[in-house]
């Protein structure tokens, strides 16, 4: 499906959310969308292993990462895993790490900045359940596009 966000926000402006965070494209695909998985966690990608290691089926996986900036959640071995695995794009509220490998994927990434320390493993934080990204709730199944002009969300599929 080829979309605009600018186009899906005017055609379906009482139905979508726009996500307002200041976030940087890093994969290599810009354009993107999906049903919506999430992990909630704090400086431990244990649960983002966990999800990309699992069939994708072309959705995007929220990482509400609560905005730290300390510990990378993403990296190259993730993102790759994630590409094999069918999934569509990462979204994360926190930092990502491996950004020349990552530009590299058919893989939509988007993440507030970079760091280059990894995460704790300690196998914290939660699978499939609602995030609160900039004021914006965030369900399982909801459905993110994401592109050059910003993140979109909304409750069932735009077309």
Not at 50 to 55: F, S
Not at 91 to 102: E, F, M, Q, W
Not at 121 to 134: A, F
Request: proline share 4%.
């Amino acid at each position: 499906m080829a979309f605009k966000t600018a186009d899906l926000c005017d055609a379906h402006e009482d139905r979508v959310r726009v996500l307002d965070l200041p976030l940087r494209d890093y994969g290599g695909r810009i354009a993107f969308h999906g049903p919506v998985s999430t992990v909630r966690a704090l400086e431990d990608n244990s649960r983002v292993r966990e999800a990309v290691a699992e069939p994708g089926e072309g959705r995007v996986l929220v990482v509400d990462g609560g905005g730290s900036t300390r510990r990378s959640m993403l990296g190259d071995n993730l993102a790759a895993m994630a590409v094999k695995n069918g999934w569509a794009g990462v979204l994360v509220h926190g930092v990502i790490r491996d950004t020349d490998a990552i530009g590299q994927l058919a893989l939509g990434v988007k993440a507030l900045g970079t760091c280059p320390r990894k995460t704790d493993k300690l196998g914290q934080g939660l699978r499939d359940v609602v995030v609160d990204l900039g004021g914006v709730m965030i369900a399982p199944g909801h459905h993110l596009y994401a592109d050059e002009d910003g993140v979109i969300v909304s409750p069932v599929p735009l077309g």
